[in-house]
């Protein structure tokens, strides 16, 4: 793993969260993210030092060899592919704790919300139901069979 890229584990079975780290590795022209999905079968072997319950409850990023939480992994991956100005008001003093609990409450029903959101508009990348999602680690385009 590369100490200069940033680390996100994500829930590769919510289908709104896949999209967004599909919309982010688009961005990512520098190869500055690797996206893990938290379900993967060697997960934990690979990555101990996350839990993986913890990491389905609030977005786990580690860069630098620091370990980020919830929207200041969501502040980095973006502000390292050119957009952090997209989401740099979730890091404004007043706004960050509001955001930081709206997120909370978000990533806690996200199942529900992101399973209703794609059944009735179609928005979001529906996950694998078995095997690896993704022929390469990064490359969420391109599912493998």
Request: proline content about 5%.
């Amino acid at each position: 793993m590369n100490t200069q890229q940033l680390t996100i584990f994500f829930d590769g079975q919510c289908p709104l969260c896949t999209l967004e780290m599909q919309r982010l590795k688009e961005q990512d022209k520098n190869n500055q993210i690797l996206l893990v999905d938290l379900h993967q079968a060697d997960f934990a072997t690979l990555y101990p030092d996350i839990n993986v319950d913890k990491g389905l409850a609030i977005l786990h990023g580690k860069y630098k060899g620091q370990i980020l939480l919830g929207l200041d992994v969501t502040h980095r991956a973006w502000t390292l592919v050119g957009r952090g100005w997209l989401v740099a008001p979730l890091q404004w003093p007043i706004i960050k704790p509001i955001s930081h609990q709206v997120y909370l409450l978000v990533a806690k029903y996200r199942q529900p919300i992101s399973s209703f959101i794609y059944k009735r508009f179609g928005i979001g990348i529906k996950h694998c139901d078995q095997g690896t999602c993704y022929g390469k680690p990064n490359d969420i385009n391109h599912r493998s069979k």
